[in-house]
């Protein structure tokens, strides 16, 4: 008999700022490194005899924490891969959603009838991820093994080996990052032990689905925000608030802000049709440094603090990583000491003072974490 334990990467850029990443190779978050070594200390005497994972850099990622410390080669497969979604692919769940109701519906609840342009049919990712499991078990028959792959994907896997069909399967669970599922496997039968289980991370405080909605949804919907073109007279309305607010030294200069909107890349966020945020992108300062800067980051102050934060940064990584940048920078003045908190929450770190100011700086390359 072989063991597999079939495990869900970490925390990546998708699951934070709620993007939908099934192909597009997504970096782990700061807290998707803490889930790591979670995972780390549940399985440190747990005999493993063999690695594998999918090839897309937040599986592979996370198996370290299992191959690394035995010293065990990494076996990558793409047949491992999360399910291919098409034209979904880089876009936000609420956009998807709102422009693609009913196969939003079916994505989560009738998966035999989700079909968007260019995805991968929920049948054939099934095949893959099956056929994948099967060549592992013959290549380690009586082995115990463990497998890192995606959640979309892992869920239809699990609710196969479990007797239920596409239709059926969408009455199944999601896993948390880093969730564990133990399969045993004897000639050609499958059989779930346990699937989803996520106790490495509850004690520790490191779940992402605690900080969630939508998996608890039956639609796996969640009230988000959504981005799009902002007029000048509200961008200005903004910068007047967030400078009223404190947020920025000297005084509010209209005509500069014009120009900087004027000359940079500005995205709008909003909750339904009302504009509640502003995000802006200095695309051409420090290209040569391969870096990208954010000029102005602002949520109205009745959003805050419920998570409408969080995803406008990963509108920026995207915007910036389709552009070669591989770090992004923002820089904060000495009044603004809550915002420098925030942003080093999720991964920005001190580069350098500049005019009394601090800049700080977030790596978003595939290279090794800075």
Same mark, same amino acid.
């Given at each position: 008999?072989?063991? %597999?334990? +079939?495990?869900? #990467? ?53 198996? =370290? ?16 891969? @999360? ?25 989560? !609840? ?12 929920? =049948? ?11 060549? %592992?078990? =013959?290549?380690?028959?009586? &082995? ?21 069909? +596409? ?6 669970? #999601? ?6 599922? /133990? ?37 796996? +919907? ?22 009223? @607010? ?20 500005? %995205? ?21 440094? &391969? ?12 959003? !805050?603090? !419920? #998570? ?20 992004? !920078? ?7 000491? /809550? ?22 700086? &977030? ?8």
């Amino acid at each position: 008999m072989t063991t %597999i334990y +079939l495990i869900r #990467h970490a925390e990546a850029e998708g699951n934070l700022y709620r993007i939908a990443h099934g192909h597009y190779d997504g970096l782990i978050t700061d807290r998707g490194y803490r889930q790591i070594e979670a995972l780390r200390r549940r399985f440190a005497e747990v005999p493993i005899d063999a690695v594998y994972s999918s090839d897309l850099f937040r599986a592979r990622t996370t198996a =370290a924490a299992l191959y690394a410390p035995r010293h065990l080669p990494l076996h990558t497969d793409p047949d491992l891969r @999360e399910v291919g979604l098409g034209v979904w692919e880089g876009c936000t769940w609420t956009d998807m959603g709102r422009q693609y109701p009913e196969q939003m519906h079916n994505f989560n !609840r009738q998966l035999d009838k989700w079909q968007v342009p260019d995805c991968e049919p929920a =049948a054939e990712a099934r095949d893959r991820e099956m056929g994948a499991l099967r060549r %592992i078990a =013959a290549e380690n028959p009586g &082995k115990t093994v463990a497998v890192f792959s995606h959640g979309a994907v892992m869920r239809i896997t699990l609710g196969t080996i479990q007797g239920l069909t +596409l239709a059926q399967i969408g009455e199944s669970g #999601h896993g948390d990052n880093t969730a564990v599922s /133990k399969i045993e496997v004897e000639g050609d039968t499958f059989r779930v032990i346990y699937r989803d289980d996520n106790t490495h991370l509850i004690g520790s405080c490191l779940s992402t689905f605690a900080g969630q909605k939508w998996w608890q949804d039956g639609q796996a +919907l969640e009230a988000e925000e959504t981005y799009g073109p902002l007029d000048g007279e509200t961008y200005l309305r903004f910068c007047q608030d967030a400078w009223s @607010e404190g947020d920025n030294a000297g005084a509010f200069d209209s005509a500069a802000a014009a120009v900087q909107a004027e000359s940079g890349h500005l %995205i709008g966020i909003f909750e339904g049709e009302t504009p509640i945020g502003a995000l802006l992108l200095a695309p051409e300062r420090d290209a040569a440094q &391969k870096a990208g800067w954010i000029d102005f980051y602002y949520l109205v102050p009745a959003y !805050r603090g !419920r #998570h409408y934060g969080i995803p406008p940064l990963g509108q920026a990584v995207q915007y910036y990583r389709t552009h070669g940048r591989d770090r992004l !920078r923002i820089r904060c003045t000495p009044r603004q000491e /809550k915002t420098m908190q925030y942003f080093t929450q999720y991964g920005f770190h001190p580069l350098c003072q500049k005019d009394g100011d601090t800049v700080l700086e &977030k790596y978003i390359g595939y290279g090794e974490k800075e």
